[in-house]
């Protein structure tokens, strides 16, 4: 029999985190009790790297993480949450295309092992398997697992990166552990 705890939490969400902006620890921080605040459970978090800008200049580094969650709640409003999340920590999007510097941002990369392709909503997540601040840390939680909503697991997509030098773990052991 399955226990009211974990019929309440049955979708395994992995979420993106990524602050180049103001105490970017503290931004981590914060987004994960905001995050936990809406019914989104975090479980385990990767370690935190420090990486550069991907997609545009800047002279910030980005502090990025993995989250790995679960909630019963839609990928649609899982996506809502999380950009109440941004919004109330201060993101404000200044450009219509691209990238920019940013005191938080919150991407699902993986809900379950769905597929969604709608205009505001990709899950897979678009770039999930060209950014390397996202295959370390998945890496990190998931190893060698096959997820059906992806041609490789995060092992192999791991190898087309090495580099001894990238990214640079800066946090480490993961804050859900503190």
Request: charged share 25%; aromatic share 12%; with cysteine.
């Amino acid at each position: 029999m399955v226990s009211q705890k974990e019929s309440a939490y049955n979708e395994l969400i992995y979420i993106g985190i990524g602050t180049n902006l103001g105490n970017r620890l503290d931004n981590i921080k914060v987004a994960m009790k905001e995050i936990s605040s809406l019914g989104i459970r975090v479980i385990r978090t990767s370690s935190i790297y420090e990486t550069p800008a991907w997609g545009f200049e800047s002279g910030d580094l980005f502090l990025n993480a993995v989250f790995e969650c679960e909630s019963p709640i839609k990928p649609m409003d899982c996506l809502k949450a999380l950009q109440f999340v941004e919004k109330k920590m201060g993101r404000q999007k200044t450009l219509k295309e691209g990238y920019e510097s940013r005191i938080i941002d919150l991407d699902i990369l993986l809900y379950k092992d769905q597929q969604i392709s709608l205009p505001e909503l990709t899950i897979p997540h678009t770039y999930i398997t060209e950014r390397q601040f996202v295959i370390e840390p998945m890496h990190e939680l998931t190893g060698s697992f096959f997820f059906h909503s992806l041609k490789n697991n995060f092992e192999d997509l791991k190898i087309k990166f090495e580099n001894p030098e990238f990214p640079f773990v800066v946090y480490n052991p993961p804050l859900v552990n503190e």
